[in-house]
């Protein structure tokens, strides 16, 4: 479990954090679970507010889990209702911060496996991927879905992944089951260089005749 706690709110690029070390941004569609799944990162209820009005989130809010460290929740987009001025705000903001910002090590893109890749989606990534910075995707709310249906969704979107150029990765998850928890918790605390947790360890050390880095197919 990553510890984390609300640390500042930045409505300007100007007002990020001057004592960063590393940064992990999260971001995604209004209604894809990007709050939740920071809640169940982090094992807490309400540290990123789930909203039940989409797009509320207009600012990035950091949270810091070790020193000089922090997670940073990027304002959710694709909320027909959020005023077009509000729209060009956001990504202003969140533009300037992808594109730029040289502490971020990483960007966690959550998407409804329902939906996965909208327009806006790979707008976002193409964004993203001229900053030359990983990419993991979380196919959310996987748990609607039978693993006979899933599976073949992870595989097109690592195949999308990959026609398109972006450096990445892509796992199933589901905040109120705790699915893919552990995979992701992974990814974050190496781009935060952060130790990993005893369960992680254990997994880096595969019984003999195991391949080590074994992936889901």
Known sequence: MLHAAFHTTVAE????????????????RSNAGKSSSINALTNQKRLAYVSKTPGRTQH???????????????????????????QKRWQALVGSY????????????IMDIRHPFTELDLMLLDWFHASGKPVHILLSKADKLSRSQSLPVLRAAR?????RGYQGSVQLFSSPKHMGLDEAENMIRQWLQMPPTRANQAKKCPAQGEKAGHHMP
Do not use: C
């Open 13 to 28: 690029i100007a007002q990020l954090p001057p004592d960063s070390l590393a940064e992990v941004a999260f971001a995604g």
């Open 60 to 86: 990035l809010n950091f949270f810091k889990t070790m020193a000089h460290r922090y997670l940073v929740d990027l304002p959710g987009y694709g909320y027909a209702k959020t005023p077009m001025v509000e």
């Open 98 to 109: 992808l594109a730029g910002r040289p502490q971020l090590a990483g960007l966690v893109l």
């Open 159 to 163: 195949a999308t992944l990959a026609e």
